[in-house]
């Protein structure tokens, strides 16, 4: 087998780390490029892919229903003022201005084929990363919390823990699975964009349950189950219950509805939430997509007084040049009536301007240019200084 120019610049990596030259951080990248290299040769061998080839078709190592794999997302995002924070927007790739492991993901998945009738499933995923904490059971701080956190707000997730049983058009998810509400995901290989919107703040990330699906039609998918809240685990330290619904509606002409609504009570901390989500994606011509996605957010205490409350609409306008490059324009409000989103009561603006390119198939370049403004009361962006801010950034993703 023909040694890869990732595969060499891995041993040359390992090398220089054996003679004392390197830092442990480089172990780590050598071993990761060594392996991704190692399986593209491999496919290469056995004629599946060639490696900087988008359009050649692969398929598992096994012919089994078995599946490994995941990837790795690292950037940086900055402000150009060398601020430790870049204001009250998620994701913990923009929080400083350093450069940053976001995701170290990997994942093994049995997948189901309920196609002539009953069986079973199940998917392990773990991260870890500077995106790692926001992806753990912080709602009742339990579980994997605080898993491997450390100074540097790296930390280890247990993303998603599920089995899975199914009959024809009916499945069963039990255990700790992504929030399906909103088309934009923790897991953020799919995301188009680097950096997360605003709204991505006002979800949950996880939840902890049981969640049936039904496919009604060939159109239509229902979704309806019970968790233990949001961003909590079965231990369940907040006593929560909530309802966990939505639907899925294909449209003609390559365009769906996607809608999802999670609502419950919290017990021990004596409050209530509702949040919903409800996204049109279509496509007004042949490589151009659109998506609009509203969203909102109540909480109320035990009294039925509200707490706090956010609500808004995001855009995503994307233009997909060819096989390797695409634009994306992305435009959001979102209307700030609590503390949950930041303490400064008013309406948050952005608009971000970013490319995808593809060199391979297993690589994408994420460069992207954002502009955030807040009109309301305080000043939220620059460490509490500024009602505005431009960040810019570039996000890469190798997958394995």
Not at 48 to 65: E, H, Q
Not at 107 to 132: C, I, L, P, Q
Not at 178 to 203: C, Q, R, V
Not at 296 to 304: E, N, P, S, V
Request: glycine share 12%.
């Amino acid at each position: 087998m023909q040694l890869l120019w990732c595969d060499k610049q891995a041993v040359w990596f390992l090398l220089k780390l054996r003679r004392g030259g390197m830092k442990s951080v480089h172990l780590f990248v050598g071993i990761i490029v060594l392996l991704w290299g190692t399986s593209v040769a491999v496919g290469q061998g056995n004629g599946w892919v060639a490696p900087c080839s988008p359009m050649s078709s692969t398929r598992g190592l096994f012919d089994s229903s078995l599946l490994f794999g995941g990837w790795i997302e690292m950037g940086i995002y900055t402000d150009g003022d060398n601020n430790r924070d870049n204001g009250p927007i998620y994701a913990q790739n923009h929080r400083r201005n350093d450069f940053l492991m976001n995701q170290l993901y990997l994942f093994g998945e049995r997948a189901m084929n309920t196609k002539h009738g009953f069986d079973w499933g199940a998917r392990a995923d773990f991260v870890y990363g500077s995106d790692a904490p926001g992806m753990q059971c912080y709602g009742d701080e339990s579980f994997d919390f605080d898993w491997g956190t450390n100074e540097h707000g790296y930390g280890l997730a247990a993303y998603q823990l599920f089995g899975t049983l199914g009959y024809k058009d009916l499945s069963v998810k039990i255990g700790k699975f992504g929030a399906p509400i909103g088309l934009e995901t923790a897991a953020s290989k799919d995301n188009f964009f680097y950096s997360y919107s605003n709204s991505h703040l006002i979800k949950p990330t996880t939840h902890t349950g049981i969640l049936t699906t039904y496919d009604l039609t060939k159109r239509l998918s229902l979704k309806a189950g019970w968790t233990t809240g949001e961003n909590s685990s079965f231990k369940n330290t907040q006593k929560s219950s909530s309802l966990l619904t939505g639907f899925v509606y294909e449209l003609p002409k390559d365009a769906a509805i996607h809608y999802g609504f999670n609502g419950g009570t919290k017990k021990n901390v004596k409050d209530s939430y509702f949040v919903q989500s409800l996204c049109l994606e279509w496509k007004p011509a042949n490589r151009l997509t659109h998506i609009i996605q509203y969203d909102l957010r109540d909480t109320k205490d035990q009294h039925g007084n509200m707490w706090f409350s956010a609500y808004g609409l995001n855009n995503h306008l994307l233009y997909k040049w060819n096989e390797r490059w695409s634009t994306g324009l992305r435009f959001e409000w979102l209307r700030n009536n609590g503390d949950y989103v930041d303490k400064c009561l008013g309406d948050y603006y952005q608009v971000t301007l970013g490319l995808n390119w593809k060199p391979c198939k297993n690589v994408s370049i994420k460069p992207e240019i954002r502009y955030d403004w807040f009109k309301g009361t305080g000043t939220p962006f620059a460490e509490g200084t500024r009602r505005s801010r431009a960040t810019g950034g570039c996000g890469l993703v190798i997958s394995f």
